[in-house]
């Protein structure tokens, strides 16, 4: 699970930042998600190593134009790279539809890709044997949502040394014995595989919240992530602002991750008034974060991140 960020500036792109998209990628599906799609999102997949055929799941949180005014450029480009074959489902409020189809209509553009839109409730959003991606609804000026995803746990390392000393067979039982089944064997032995299996290895947990001010349902989607990526809209001292615009400070973003006890921080949508050269600067939120949530970031475009998978450092550690 790797993320990057293509886009982190709040509002309006600037010289050094786009507007808001994270992409997710998954090298074992060969697959891309994407969580919101910002104006010139195509723009940053030519600057990365991604390619726009890989992408196929689309998250969007809110229908704010500086989260959705890349989505139909996107698209249509997609459709021109070819894979016919493969169709990317979208996922957002239920505007979300309304808007592309409208978008279609007048401007007489053509899909050729199979395009699947899903509004989305509170609750399960999309899951498959690999992943579950859940939401709920934040606090902002328009309906917004957050998004947690979460890999499901696998079975730990199955030894396969300790199955040959068993005289075990190798071949589709040794699968069965790796999923922690009971198999029988053909000289009446039954063998339990989980007694083969080391612990289950524990699904890494991503979530994207934005745009929002402090909310505690930020605080339950967070709960125990390995990384909490949220908005960081304005600094501590400008927390007028961000009370009347419904957006989050940095120590608001911190809170958030103190509380729902998350591993990693990296804040970003980043209101560009925070320029290099003005009273107030991003080491500023930076340094604001940290003093409630040490293990905080910034993220800055094009920054990538490999979600460590903490279980495989405890197993390495306990094998020493």
């Known amino acids: ?34 969580f919101d799609c910002g104006e010139g999102t195509q723009h940053q997949f030519l600057r990365s190593e991604f390619k726009s055929s890989q992408i196929r799941r689309i998250f969007i949180t809110h229908m704010h134009g500086d989260h959705i005014f890349g989505l139909m450029g996107l698209l249509a480009s997609c459709g021109l790279a070819g894979n016919r074959q493969q169709r990317i489902d979208i996922y957002g409020p239920k505007p979300l539809n309304d808007y592309l ?3 279609r209509r007048y401007s007489q553009t053509h899909f050729s890709l199979p395009i699947k839109i899903h509004a989305v409730e509170p609750g399960l959003v999309f899951e498959d044997d690999d992943f579950r991606v859940t939401c709920d609804l934040l606090e902002h000026r328009v309906p ?17 040394k300790r199955a040959q000393a068993l005289g075990i067979p190798s071949g589709p039982i040794y699968g069965q014995l790796k999923q922690g089944q009971r198999v029988k064997l053909d000289d009446g032995r039954t063998i339990n595989g989980a007694d083969l299996c080391g612990p289950d290895l524990v699904g890494r947990k991503l979530v994207y919240c934005t745009d929002t001010i402090y909310c505690d349902r930020a605080v339950t989607l967070a709960i125990q992530a390995d990384v909490l990526i949220h908005e960081a809209t304005f600094s501590h001292r400008d927390a007028d602002l961000a009370y009347q615009r419904l ?10 991750a103190l509380s729902a006890q998350a591993k990693q921080l990296i804040m970003t949508h980043f209101s560009p008034r925070y320029a290099p050269g003005n009273d107030i600067q991003l080491p500023d939120l930076l340094a604001e974060a940290r003093a409630i949530f040490p293990n905080t970031n910034l993220a800055h475009d094009f920054l990538v991140y490999d979600i460590p998978r903490h279980d495989e450092k405890v197993l390495a550690s306990s094998s020493v």
Do not use: C, K
Not at 7 to 34: D, H, K
Not at 247 to 256: E, F, L, N, P, R
């Open 101 to 103: 189809q409208a978008s």
């Open 247 to 256: 957006h989050s400070t940095s120590t608001m973003a911190a809170q958030v």
């Open 144 to 160: 917004a949502y957050g998004y947690r995803i979460e890999e499901r746990d696998r079975p730990g390392h199955f030894d396969v």
């Open 1 to 34: 699970m790797q993320i990057t960020f293509l886009g982190t500036s709040s509002g309006v792109p600037t010289r050094a930042r786009n507007v808001s998209s994270v992409a997710l990628r998954l090298p074992q599906r060969a697959e891309v998600w994407l």
